[in-house]
């Protein structure tokens, strides 16, 4: 997306386009990354409801990958994930290492 000037932004920044959001990746500020590790997943989907950005997604009742464009890695997630047996089902790991 093309940034802006300050010329070209709107009084008091002033929001003009609602729901403009979806155009913000917001997975480029994330420092760490969750990982979904489904053989420990119970399909809860209480890190659905927990994600402050909407970054699980779910098809059919079941969780799926996230969608990491949206993920900022805040790992709200990770510690809400109750497991199986107490095995999580979500780790943070650094960015850009395994
Ligand atoms: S919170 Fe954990 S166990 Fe529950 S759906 Fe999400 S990943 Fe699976
Ligand atoms: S790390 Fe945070 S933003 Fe990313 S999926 Fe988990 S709860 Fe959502």
Redesign the pocket.
């Known amino acids: 997306m093309k940034q802006k000037g300050w010329k070209e932004l709107t009084p008091g920044a002033v929001i003009t386009e609602p729901g403009n959001s979806v155009k913000f990746k917001t997975g480029s500020w994330r420092a760490f990354r969750p990982v ?1 590790i489904e053989d420990n ?7 659905w409801a927990y994600c402050p950005d909407m970054a699980v997604r779910v098809k059919d009742g079941k ?1 799926i990958q996230f969608n990491y464009d949206a993920c900022k890695g805040c790992g709200i ?1 990770a510690l ?4 199986k047996k107490g095995n999580k ?2 780790v943070m790991k650094e960015e850009g290492k395994q």
Request: a neutral charge; charged letters at 10%; one cysteine or more.
């Open positions: 979904w997943c119970i399909h809860c989907l209480f890190c969780r997630c809400e994930c109750p497991g089902a979500i």
